[in-house]
């Protein structure tokens, strides 16, 4: 090929691609959370990344949305999926009387958004999905297990999470209460921007959407509210009787219940969070990083009536929770919370002369084979290129082949750290690595 | 929503879905591979699914391939990927300053294949891929490791592989002897194709692109050609002194003492092996499975010459391998591989009365503190409903938590399948589990 016909590789704009060392954090933490979902019985799905355009557009009666990857070959309609619920409302409502009931399933997959590629927001993104899928009825203990779930995520990646729970129906029946329960999803719009706008600027927007000063006033500083559930309750029973307010407040309670048993030590009741979607209709919560200068929600879920309410006539009520975790990645890597150093696909490299070249494999091979992640820089011939080569890796052990080793079967094994060197038979070797490995896994390491 | 306004829930046809109890067992297969790929020093990598068209339809000089799903999204034309070599080698060009070489790079992931939906022929298939790349050269002990980590991965599934190995350029130095080095291509296609057709046919194929009775008759024999790599050496060292020939011999020779160091027992040498693609230019292998009665390739793989030629200069020869997953899923399926009434996604179902509601999701919530896959049947409100969930859903074991057995501490564990009860208190019934386990997944079981 001339050089002027080479094409210039490049990577899609807004693709999420990470270099080897960070994959293997990255993949880490998939893993751990994956390890967290089947530790609580959810099942795996794994849907298609494309669907028809009509089943994933459902919702937004199948107009495009300039938002997805949506194209058509030969006949077909299609679109990338742009999240994991829809795919899961279709698979349910497919699969109905096959699956039982509370369908547990858990994904963790790419998501494609088709946005303009601008910093913070991805193009293809990883979602870490779970949900719990009733028929016709679900349980409170659906939605502890989820919050729940929640939190087993973060502490199985190491990361202390704050949980903020509220129910949409305490909001919902207040603004009832006041008479605007047409106008409900527009009240909540501007109330989920509260934590970013002006107070003055929500009053200004409720008033146009027509509530008094009064009852703006009222409903901003129920949102205000939070603390135990205990304080919670205490401070907003007496406020309304509407039947949406006080049920979805008894919902909460029981949830706040069932948490308990479950000892739960994150959440914090807070009526602020209404979390966008207008899908929710109970339960809702967001989590926030602890000790994190990023002040954004790295996840979260809720409760949604009907999953399934565009392809069945069947009640399927849900309660989901879902971990941003590229979002959480790219915030950790800016945060250095990785030691990227000691990310080392190598545990050991077997380092040789001319003579022991092949005997090199064959232990390489060996150590392998006892679940040593060894390795042999075959490419390069001398030691010293060898030793070079180690170093220019990082790699904490070397293995050093001599005719000697080879002939004693005891080979030197040097920390290349700390410069020390020892002498260890084969199973020496394998016991002080896989030791080493364990160590390096403690907290304070 | 009126039941006339309902979508008809559908998947894409050729979009391949798993069951949840199926996908639990195909992932645990993924998973088996990726923990060798691991073992095995290689780094992982997760290419976008999207790339520019230029960049993925670079071979074919960026022409419209109707294999390919493409579209353009505003200005940007793209295609889904189609394979995962053609990523890999956009990012090793794009990153061959930062990367350090052989660079061993492994990716299980989704690929797109824009075909008519026929039986047997997927859309969306997974591949799981392990590739050495080197820097101007790479030495044969990188074949050896490809081939040798095939056989692992199918070790690690628990499966017999028959691999069988050969190198290109032994029948590619042959058709230069015979004078037909510009015609290779095309008769590489019908040797290819020589286990699927009648040998007439073929040799009127190779008649009609100019070879001559004689000729095609050798060639067609030395085809023919398989069993240790003495034997195939011996068979064959004579027939010809072409420099290419020669080459391939020797580097055959190479890979198979290489091999011999790794301990592979799977490998039969058989020059009948093309693999298709014409990118190989040395080693190319493919796997078969002894105990089935599907006699396709279940994956394999090869050596090309310079990966990145469209992108670089550079020249970067790589070895890799790759299993066909879903195919192998699919027919591993259809042979009754699997006892799909022993993929539970729970350990242990917590009984409860309505007393001792709460008690057991407590119970619940420790086991799985404790590595326990407990679950509670929460929406069945009375025993007998719970017992028959459980039953239902072929759970093994079953903890009866009666108010007794909260007071005492010692729950009756039940054995669903033998019907045997005991009594144990809450150490007891974890390590029970754990021990059932862990004798679950000993082969004989």
């Known amino acids: ?12 704009q807004g693709f999420w691609e990470l270099m080897p060392k960070q994959q293997m954090l990255f993949s880490g933490l998939l893993n751990k959370i994956e390890e967290v979902f089947k530790a609580n019985c959810f099942l795996p799905l794994d849907t298609p990344i494309l669907e028809y355009s009509e089943a994933l557009l459902a919702k937004s009666g199948g107009e495009t949305d300039k938002q997805v990857f949506r194209f058509t070959k030969g006949e077909t309609d299609m679109c990338m999926r742009y999240d994991l619920t829809v795919p899961l409302a279709r698979f349910v409502s497919m699969h109905k009387n096959e699956l039982t009931f509370p369908f547990k399933r858990f994904q963790i997959g790419k ?94 927007e409720l008033k146009e959407i027509g509530l008094s000063e009064t009852g703006s006033q009222q409903l901003i500083k129920l949102t205000k509210t939070n603390g135990t559930f205990k304080e919670v309750k ?11 307010f006080v049920l979805g407040l008894e919902e909460l309670e029981k949830t706040s219940n069932y948490l308990k048993l479950f000892g739960n ?6 009526l602020s969070i209404i979390r966008g979607h207008n899908y929710y209709t109970g339960t809702v919560f967001e989590g926030f990083l602890k000790n994190s200068e990023y002040t954004g929600a790295v996840g979260g879920g809720g409760r949604f009536e009907n999953l399934c309410s565009y392809f069945s006539e069947t009640k399927m009520p849900g309660v989901g929770m879902s971990v941003g975790i590229t979002r959480l990645f790219d915030v950790l890597l800016a945060e250095n919370y990785f030691d990227l150093s000691k990310a080392n696909e ?22 392998r084979q006892n679940g040593i992640k060894a390795e042999s820089f075959y490419e390069n011939k001398t030691f010293k290129s060898q030793m070079k080569e180690a170093n220019r890796r990082q790699v904490k052990y070397v293995l050093i082949v001599g005719e000697d080793e080879v002939k004693s079967g ?17 199973n020496q070797v394998v016991k002080q690595l896989k030791d080493d490995r364990m160590a390096s896994l403690m907290p304070n390491n």
Chains 1, 2 share one sequence.
């Not at 090929?1 to 899609?12: A, D, F, G, Y």
């Not at 205490?234 to 949406?244: A, Y």
């Not at 290349?416 to 002498?423: D, K, L, R, W």
């Open 410 to 426: 005891n080979y030197t094994l040097k920390n290349m750290n700390s410069g020390e060197q020892i002498s260890l038979d084969f």
């Open 346 to 367: 190598i545990d050991c490299a077997v380092v040789t002369f001319d003579e022991t070249f092949n005997a090199g494999l064959e232990l390489m091979s060996k150590l």
């Open 234 to 244: 205490d401070s907003i029973s007496k406020l309304s009787q509407n039947e949406t």
């Open 111 to 204: 998501v494609y958004r088709g946005e303009r590629p601008q910093k913070g927001r991805f193009r293809e993104l990883y979602q870490c999905d779970a949900d719990i899928i009733g028929h016709e009825t679900l349980s409170e203990v659906a939605d502890a297990e989820c919050i729940n779930l929640f939190e087993k995520c973060f502490d199985a990646l190491g990361l202390d999470v704050k949980i903020l729970v509220s129910n949409r129906k305490i909001l919902a029946g207040f603004i009832e209460e006041l008479g605007f329960e047409n106008k409900s999803t527009e009240i909540f719009i501007v109330l989920d921007k509260l934590a970013k706008i002006p107070v003055e600027e929500a009053l200004c």
């Open 265 to 270: 030590k994150s959440v914090v009741y807070d």
């Open 1 to 12: 090929m001339n050089k002027q016909n080479l094409i210039t590789p490049r990577k899609l």
